[in-house]
């Protein structure tokens, strides 16, 4: 079965350094998105991603942070100088034509920022 | 707007009983609701979805889930609880219409534990 994978599982990093945080999704999908979830706090929604452009961001994402696919199979998350509030799991979605809201996520990355 | 309010934050069965997780919504327009169940150290499984066909909607692993308008719920259920079960589950609604482009919602979670 076909499925989202992300690297790296942990990610530790100095505040004000930058990281990418890179996810691979479902082949055949052609919408993208990105998660995350603050210890103890719901999973949040920070940005879709289609046609090699941001559909949709949320309030958290901002300037700090950008997306991009480099090539026909990843699609990245790059926080450009990391604070501590950072910290937090991020998962990778993808969703295929017509069930845009019918996701498959991947298995996370736990970014820890000291 | 819409949200999500999953109305425990854990639920402690014995295996061999019913499940039932609840869960309601808020959304400004006809929504689609899922259920995800997240293992320890594994992604977010797509348990099931409701987008406007049957109120019913049954998922994977003997999971169900009623849409019920009225009381703007969407409770999950199984009838017999099994070890492998107990994960956290999370109520997501996703918004139909607007201009929204594939924006899910979280609710906060329950954890299920799951007792011999």
């Known amino acids: 079965e076909p499925e989202v994978t992300q690297t790296p599982s942990h990610q530790v990093t100095q505040m004000g350094q930058e990281v990418i945080l890179r996810c691979v999704p479902i082949?055949?999908?052609?919408?993208f998105y990105w998660y995350r979830q603050i210890l103890g706090q719901k999973v949040e929604f920070l940005v879709s991603?289609?046609?090699?452009?941001?559909?949709?961001k949320s309030e958290i994402f901002d300037d700090q942070f950008s997306v991009e696919r480099p090539d026909g199979s990843n699609f990245t998350l790059k926080i450009r100088s990391t604070k501590l509030e950072d910290s937090a799991m991020y998962f990778c979605?993808?969703?295929?034509?017509?069930?845009?809201?019918?996701?498959?996520f991947g298995p996370g990355t736990r970014l820890t920022v000291t | 707007a819409q949200s999500v309010t999953q109305l425990d934050s854990h639920v402690s069965v014995s295996e061999g009983t019913p499940v039932l997780l609840r869960c309601n919504y808020s959304?400004?327009?006809?929504?689609?609701l899922f259920w995800y169940v997240q293992h320890p150290n594994k992604g977010l499984q797509l348990l099931l979805k409701?987008?406007?066909?049957?109120?019913l909607v049954k998922g994977i692993n003997g999971f169900e889930a009623e849409f019920k308008k009225s009381e703007t719920s969407f409770h999950l259920t199984k009838p017999s609880a099994h070890m492998s079960d107990a994960a956290e589950y999370f109520c997501?609604?996703?918004?139909?219409?607007?201009?929204?482009?594939?924006?899910?919602?979280f609710g906060q979670g329950t954890i299920l534990t799951v007792h011999p």
């Open positions: 409701y987008t406007s066909a049957a109120t």
């Open positions: 959304s400004s327009y006809s929504p689609s």
């Open positions: 082949s055949n999908h052609l919408y």
């Open positions: 997501v609604v996703g918004r139909a219409g607007g201009t929204s482009y594939g924006k899910l919602t």
């Open positions: 979605a993808s969703s295929g034509i017509g069930q845009l809201y019918e996701q498959y």
């Open positions: 991603f289609y046609n090699n452009e941001i559909s949709e």
